[in-house]
């Protein structure tokens, strides 16, 4: 049940015009649990949650227009996958996804790739290149600020084939298709996710692809930590439901408190991917630019609470001294205020990024380009 205070915050931004969708994100509580307050409270009405759902059931009810569905198939037949050709079209994963399989499309689509035997098992066949106007344009785009996955919604590329353009012209060649064949390579950063196999949406379960899609509606990507962990989808679904409880559900410790933890460890633990996912969730969550950048370099500089403090330091030390630590070791916390429900928490985050820190690190785990131009700016 939500303290007094929670309550008081989640009016507060409800008077100041704020949707149900930020003040959940805001406030770290559910989305149902703010429309229960605000509809206790009075603040919306009734019948709108009713109004909401109608809603939604209708948009699930639309069909895709069949000049667009041509195009959807004319595109998944080149060997787009279903969430690239969502993402660039701005549409939901799941439509694309029943669209094509009701077409009986998906099933004769994956048997080809097979029959033909294009790459290695499990892999692809190259995409062709994109055009030298086209590669300009990618360009361009990048350079007044856009995002791999706002670029490919305007040029409909798919993302790794923007972030292979952006990775050449970073190292100043140019974006033209190549005269002749590249010579056989090790997948580059921008090409891979992980040094093990990653496998296509399509072939996992559908309660797998169904959270991929609501991650893509949500940020408008899908974290690669969720393409990488779903090599054992049931792993992926059962690790999923406990980070995500643990780091956005109603605690002990705020949500900022739990990214301020997820940072330093991360940082210590010289984890590239969490570093990037994490500092952008705080600077999203914070509308700090600066934070999760002094974290990062030395935390004991931040500016930071002592509660705060007393939590890094904590953090940190579970990190680097487990064996030797002692029940005087949790003094420190207790003086700060934080009780043993907070400790354990507490404890369970760092030992939450200290798993996903090593998986990443040992197993070459690559993060999602456009984490490190979120939020950049002060909010």
């Not at 009713?50 to 998944?76: C, F, N, S, T, V």
């Not at 361009?140 to 993302?159: C, F, M, N, Y």
């Not at 692809?209 to 962990?229: C, D, I, S, Y």
């Not at 002990?252 to 010289?270: D, G, T």
Request: proline share 5%.
């Amino acid at each position: 049940m939500a303290s007094n205070a929670v309550v008081e915050q989640v009016l507060a931004l409800s008077r100041e015009g704020k949707s149900i969708t930020e003040i959940a994100r805001e406030t770290g509580l559910p989305f149902r649990q703010v429309r229960s307050l605000l509809a206790k409270a009075g603040q919306i009405e009734a019948g709108e949650e009713q109004a909401e759902d109608a809603e939604g059931a209708g948009r699930k009810r639309e069909e895709i227009p069949e000049e667009l569905l041509a195009q959807i198939e004319a595109r998944y037949a080149q060997g787009e996958t279903v969430i690239d050709i969502a993402t660039s079209l701005e549409l939901n994963y799941q439509r694309v996804l029943r669209s094509l399989r009701e077409r009986g499309v998906l099933r004769q689509e994956r048997r080809g790739r097979r029959a033909k035997g294009e790459g290695k098992a499990g892999g692809k066949g190259p995409a062709a290149e994109p055009s030298q106007q086209l590669a300009t344009e990618v360009l361009e785009l990048a350079q007044q600020g856009q995002s791999p996955v706002q670029i490919a919604r305007a040029t409909g590329l798919k993302v790794r084939q923007i972030n292979a353009i952006l990775q050449r012209g970073s190292r100043g060649g140019t974006a033209a298709a190549p005269t002749t064949p590249a010579p056989a390579r090790r997948p580059s950063r921008h090409d891979a996710t992980a040094w093990l196999r990653v496998p296509e949406p399509e072939d996992l379960p559908e309660a797998v692809q169904t959270l991929f899609g609501k991650f893509l509606e949500k940020t408008g990507l899908v974290p690669n930590v969720a393409r990488n962990f779903a090599l054992l989808p049931e792993h992926f679904l059962r690790w999923f439901s406990y980070y995500d409880y643990l780091m956005r559900s109603e605690g002990q410790l705020s949500r900022r408190e739990r990214e301020m933890i997820a940072v330093v460890v991360s940082s210590h633990n010289q984890c590239e991917y969490c570093l990037a996912s994490h500092s952008a969730y705080l600077r999203e969550l914070t509308g700090d630019p600066v934070l999760p950048e002094a974290l990062a370099a030395n935390y004991r500089r931040a500016e930071v609470t002592p509660r705060e403090r007393a939590l890094l330091d904590f953090a940190v030390q579970m990190t680097t001294a487990s064996p030797r630590m002692e029940e005087d070791d949790l003094e420190p916390l207790r003086r700060a205020g934080l009780s043993d429900e907070a400790i354990f928490e507490a404890a369970q985050v760092a030992a939450m990024f200290n798993l996903t820190n090593r998986l990443a690190n040992a197993l070459g785990w690559k993060p999602n380009a456009e984490y490190y131009g979120m939020h950049r700016a002060y909010e």
